[in-house]
């Protein structure tokens, strides 16, 4: 069962978070089709996504997560909602380059540096959250670390891996996120910094402990407070109502033209690959409703 387990440790001075995300990576290759570069950058991005979300504090509290880069797999779009709840899509969902070995993919060449981490968090204020840093390697690890860095002003370590198999399947996915506190003595950042050398090869380390096991084994020798443990879920949120609105976005001429040419309006939802389907009542309904909403 994947799972997110965090600890205070040094007396509150440093944050420790440990995560598994391998279920929720192999649900997002089966409703998508993923090739295993897309499967290791969506996972990627998923899985900060089930950290970032699980950070969030009301329960209504969600957000995304924007990868834009001009590179072989195109956008990748994360949403979630607070407690760990993610769905996502990549762009070029079947998009391949030769791996690297040792279960890892070419992500420089199929994200590519020369775009940006997008985070839209709404969390019930007046006007929502927005970070934005640029990619600084291409491989995820060190962009997502740089954007805490950078755009929410939180020094951070972070040792991420997505590990696909032979056979297209994720083996493990997940990491483990250090971030000192303000003011965290020079002593225990020297500490910190030899843990985490010990994350080169995270994948490896999760395929025989949980997250848990990894901060008790490595952290729980220090002063240490541990928090509930959480455990995140692929969950799509698309309805019938919802989708109804990609029939408003078509505009009322394109919609017409579209029920005379098919007899009917399909439209998928990106996270999940659900169809749905309206006839002429149902785009003359959906229209109705809007009408009277004005």
Request: aromatic share 8%; charged share 25%.
């Amino acid at each position: 069962m994947d799972s997110i387990a965090k600890a205070h440790v040094f007396g509150g001075q440093v944050k420790v978070v440990a995560f598994k995300t391998t279920d929720l990576v192999n649900e997002a290759i089966s409703l998508h089709s993923l090739s295993p570069l897309a499967a290791e950058a969506l996972g990627k991005v998923l899985t900060m996504g089930a950290y970032m979300s699980n950070e969030l504090k009301g329960e209504k509290e969600k957000l995304s997560v924007h990868i834009s880069d001009k590179g072989l797999l195109g956008s990748i779009i994360v949403a979630a909602d607070a407690g760990g709840l993610v769905r996502g899509y990549v762009e070029h969902p079947d998009a391949s380059l030769p791996p690297l070995g040792n279960g890892k993919q070419n992500l420089f060449e199929g994200i590519g540096s020369d775009g940006f981490i997008t985070v839209i968090k709404d969390l019930g204020l007046k006007e929502p959250y927005v970070g934005k840093t640029e990619l600084v390697r291409g491989n995820l690890e060190e962009d997502f670390a740089w954007y805490f860095t950078r755009s929410e002003g939180a020094p951070t370590a972070l040792a991420l891996s997505v590990q696909i198999g032979e056979d297209g399947k994720c083996e493990s996915a997940g990491g483990v996120l250090v971030q000192p506190m303000p003011n965290c003595p020079d002593h225990i950042l020297v500490i910190v910094e030899d843990i985490v050398s010990n994350f080169a090869n995270i994948g490896d380390v999760l395929k025989v402990k949980e997250p848990s096991d990894i901060l008790k084994d490595y952290f729980g020798h220090f002063e240490i407070e541990y928090f509930p443990e959480s455990h995140p879920e692929y969950r799509c949120k698309c309805s019938r109502e919802q989708m109804s609105n990609a029939v408003i976005a078509l505009g009322r001429g394109d919609s017409v033209n579209l029920l005379m040419e098919r007899g009917e309006i399909e439209v998928v939802c990106h996270f999940c690959g659900k169809k749905y389907v309206f006839n002429k009542q149902d785009v003359i309904d959906i229209w109705r409703r809007y009408d009277h909403k004005l």
